[in-house]
């Protein structure tokens, strides 16, 4: 027999037992595949997908086993979900997140929800797609320290994401897959549930309390000025800004391009979810929800690069209570109740 056949016959042979034995290794869950089915078709309809990186069942289902593995990590102790908690929409609750050698890092972790929604990604704006972010948290010396090379023959070993790889990306495991997979996950985390989206969607049938309704016209009057920043579906405008409580160690926007008139500009937040996630601000240096949402009024007035935007304000009693009862109209809890972003108890061998 010529070698060229023989090999392609082998190869054939190689190809149809490693496919064999991958779909024994992973049992899709039907009934879970038409639940997000019908996710992906309500939700994920204009989230901004790659062309390299549409949307699939293998490729969410992937992202999350690797988003609550430790293994991700030099010392297989810290995981994404660490840093990035479910039941605090994928938030921290702490100040700053341990990695595997502690809490060294210099930003607070934020909300995931609707993080794909996003046209630039992390608080300064210094990556700018989410499916290149996760190379970042994996070799960070602070968070997993683990080089993607050193990732790809730890997991390469393990027959289940060779097989979930192959069914996903119809590649063995490697950089592209990994980083695809977890951009897939977080970019599906999304959630518009909340009483706000209900009150928004239909009046006439939910109903705002009187005082949430005050503290709704606070938060869009001009007298406040929160939704110049804060505005869109997520309240934030994605515009970098200046809030005053620069601390002189973080650099914020200016760590990316360098310019003395960025010093100090971070994201402007979303605030949805805001009741789950403090601590809040990029150092998590607030703790309190009425501290935060009066931030305009503890400005430093002599930053140079404060934020033309930001007003002065007196507010009552009633009405910090009113726009502090509006803000929790902005949590969400509707992204848990379907089961799509947490496998079972978080187990990464459920596939
Ligand atoms: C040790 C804690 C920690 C771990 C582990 C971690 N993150 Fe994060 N994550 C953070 C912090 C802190 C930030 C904010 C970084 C910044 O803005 O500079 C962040 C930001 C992000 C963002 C950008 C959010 C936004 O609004 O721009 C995404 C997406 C993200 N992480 C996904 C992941 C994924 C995927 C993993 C696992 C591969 C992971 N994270 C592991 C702490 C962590
Ligand atoms: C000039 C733009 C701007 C205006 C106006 C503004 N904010 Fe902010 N807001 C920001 C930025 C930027 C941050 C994040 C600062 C940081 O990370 O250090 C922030 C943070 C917050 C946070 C904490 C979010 C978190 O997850 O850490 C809350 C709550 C908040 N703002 C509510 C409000 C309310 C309510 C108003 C109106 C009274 C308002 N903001 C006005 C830009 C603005």
Known sequence: ????????????????????????????????????????????????????????????????????????????????VSCHLPERAFADFVRISPGVHGPNGFRNSPTLINVGSRSVVNMDGGILHL???????????????????????????????????????????????????????????????????????????HRLTATEMMGMELFFSDRLGCS??????????????????????????????????????????TLRNIALTRPYMHDGSVYDLRAAMTHPLSIDTDHPNLDERLISFELSEDEILALEAFLHTLTDSSYLAHGLFVNEQGDVNKY
């Open 1 to 80: 027999m010529p070698l060229a056949k023989a090999s392609r016959i082998l190869f054939t042979l190689f190809v149809a037992l490693g496919l064999g034995s991958c779909s024994k290794l992973v049992q899709y869950d039907p009934d879970e595949r038409e639940v997000y089915d019908d996710f992906k078709e309500s939700h994920l309809a204009d989230s901004l997908f790659r062309n390299d990186n549409p949307a699939s069942y293998e490729r969410f289902v992937l992202g999350r086993k690797l988003f609550f593995d430790p293994d991700l990590s030099a010392n297989s102790s810290t995981s994404c």
């Open 131 to 205: 499916d290149l972010q996760p190379a970042t948290p994996i070799e960070d010396h602070d968070e997993m320290d683990i080089s993607l090379v050193r990732l790809i023959e730890r997991l390469s070993q393990d027959e289940k994401y060779q097989a979930m790889s192959l069914s996903a990306y119809d590649r063995p495991l490697d950089a592209f897959v990994i980083t695809r997979a977890l951009g897939q996950y977080c970019r599906s985390l999304v959630s518009r549930g909340s009483l706000y989206d209900d009150y928004i969607s239909d009046s006439t049938t």
């Open 228 to 269: 110049g920043c804060h505005g869109g579906r997520d309240f934030t405008d994605e515009s970098f800004a200046c809030v005053g409580n620069f601390d002189g160690d973080d650099q914020g926007r200016a760590r990316i391009t360098t310019l003395r008139e960025d010093q100090g500009k971070f994201k402007v937040p």
